[in-house]
Each structure stands twice: as C-alpha cells, then as structure tokens.
C-alpha cells in the first residue's frame, strides 16, 4: 500500500516535470493552444498500472500544483475540465471492443480540449470560443496518437521490469 | 501486449476528424464582417465599425483588472500584438478578419471577435 503511493507521487512529479518541459519545445504546431499533452502519458500509464481512481488522483493533484507552480490559480478551471474529462472518455473507450491506448488517447486529447473550450464558454460566456475546438481537434489526433503510442511503449518496458 | 494502432483506433480518429470538419464547415460565416467586438467578462468592453475605421492601423489598449492586452485595428480585422499573460496563446494567434473568428486571452477573461451583420448579439449571449 505504502509503495503504491510512493509511486503514485513519483508519476505525478513525472507528469509535472514532463508539463513543463513541453513549454520548451518551440511551438511545433502552428495552432495557438496546440500542443502534445505528454502529462497525458503518465495518466495514462498509471491507469493501466494502478487504475482509474489512481489516475484521477494524480491528474487533480498534478493540476493544483501546475496551477500554483506556472499556470496561475486562473488556469485552474481549464486544467481540471481538461484532465478530467480527458480520464473519463480515456475510460469509456478502451472498453470498447478492439480499442488500444492509441485510440483512448486520440480521444482523450479531443475530450482534454473539448473540456477546456466548454469552460472557456462558460467563463467568457462567449459562444464563438467553441470555433478553437474544430481546429484543436485536428491537433489533438495529431498529439493523442504520439502519447498515445509513448504510453504503449512506456508500458511494454515496465511490465518487462516489474516488481522493480 | 495490444497493437500500437487497432482498426477501433482509426475509426474513433476518423470520427474526431468528421466532428470538427463539420464544426468547421458549419461555423464558418458567410455573414460579411461588420464589427470588432472586445468583451471582458462577458461584457462588451468597446467595439469598432469596421467601416469606420481605416487602413491605418490602430493599437487599442486594454487594460482589465487581471491584466493589460495591446489589440492593433483596421479595417480589416484585428490582432492582438501584446499582452502580458502567461500564456501568451492570444499573441501567437492570427490576425481575424472574417466573420465568428474569435482571439481569446483565457487568463485576462478577454475575448475579441468579429461580428457580421445582423448575428451581432444574439449569438453572443
């Protein structure tokens, strides 16, 4: 029990370090508010490894920090709206018959940005904003299969190493 | 170990790319550009009749309680050249000049958009 927390903090470090070291990639996608969402990776390793309520734990608490580390407790809505709705339909579809992590993560990136946009409506009350997620979608199919497939690889090397 | 990319995976990707081509599609205004619109809040901050405005462009300062954006005007559309948030997301966003197309500054609460004839608004609220 004791280990599996230790673990857990140690993937949300990861995922905090890996959320700011994506602000140092110069901005490989010409879409503003584009970007990969390597955290996303950890979540999803941790779903698989630990489960669902684990993954939700790492992705709020790594949302608090971020948010009192670099984004500003104004970010706050935006990230949790995105990382939670992200989880959920992350969840939804890999129960669907055939369905590998590639898949959940595509969806899971349109989730993370639908969430962000349905709060950005609220928050501006302001419907045009929704225009954002059209072209964000393009990217987030883009990025969801790129961490998508990290956390496959990342995964096939763990369960090759466990019990370390 | 499952497959890297299953056929479940292509079609839950195609079906993203369907959405947001249709989103696309269906958004896009035929209306002709009327008005800049600047809200904060929700609530209209200023906005400018294209029509009065000239080639000469202008810079508009903003200045909210979370912050301070520059927007520069024409009679073409409009950008925003500087703003002091973090992100800095609104900057890197292109000039707007059709219809619905929208810049937003999530952390300033400010949004700046291009209202056609008529929709102004309604939409809007």
Same mark, same amino acid.
């Given at each position: 029990m004791k280990a599996k927390f230790v673990k857990l903090g140690m993937f949300t470090a990861l995922a905090m370090a890996l959320q700011w070291a994506e602000?140092?990639?110069?901005?490989?996608?010409?879409?503003?508010?584009?970007?990969?969402?390597?955290?996303n990776i950890i979540t999803m390793i941790v779903m698989q490894l630990f489960g669902g309520r684990s993954a939700l734990a790492v992705t709020v608490i790594r949302c608090l920090l971020s948010a009192f580390l670099y984004?500003?407790?104004?970010s706050l809505p935006y990230s949790l709206a995105g990382g939670i709705m992200s989880l959920a339909l992350m969840k939804l579809v890999l129960?669907?018959?055939?369905?590998s992590l590639t898949g959940a993560a595509i969806a899971g990136a349109f989730a993370h940005n639908f969430g962000q946009v349905l709060v950005s409506c609220i928050i501006? +009350?302001?419907?045009?904003?929704?225009?954002?997620l059209w072209v964000l979608g393009f990217v987030s199919v883009g990025a969801g299969a790129f961490t998508g497939i990290c956390a496959s690889l990342c995964l096939k090397k763990i369960s090759l190493n466990k019990g370390g | 170990m499952k497959q890297y990319f299953t056929f479940t995976d292509l079609l839950i990707a195609t079906v993203i790319v369907i959405i947001c081509a249709i989103g696309l599609k269906t958004t896009a205004s035929t209306d002709s550009a009327e008005k800049i619109i600047i809200e904060t809040d929700g609530k209209i901050y200023a906005s400018y009749n294209l029509k009065s405005l000239g080639k000469e462009a202008r810079d508009i300062e903003i200045n909210t309680k979370y912050g301070k954006n520059i927007l520069r005007i024409d009679c073409e559309g409009a950008d925003m050249?500087?703003?002091?948030?973090?992100? +800095?997301i609104d900057v890197r966003h292109k000039k707007i000049t059709k219809s619905g197309e929208i810049i937003v500054c999530a952390p300033h609460r400010l949004t700046v958009y291009i209202s056609g004839s008529g929709e102004a608004d309604a939409v809007s609220r």
């Open positions: 602000t140092l990639i110069p901005v490989g996608f010409s879409v503003p508010g584009g970007k990969l969402g390597l955290a984004g500003g407790v104004m129960k669907l018959h055939g369905a501006m +009350q302001n419907i045009y904003i929704i225009n954002y | 050249i500087y703003s002091d948030c973090l992100n +800095q």
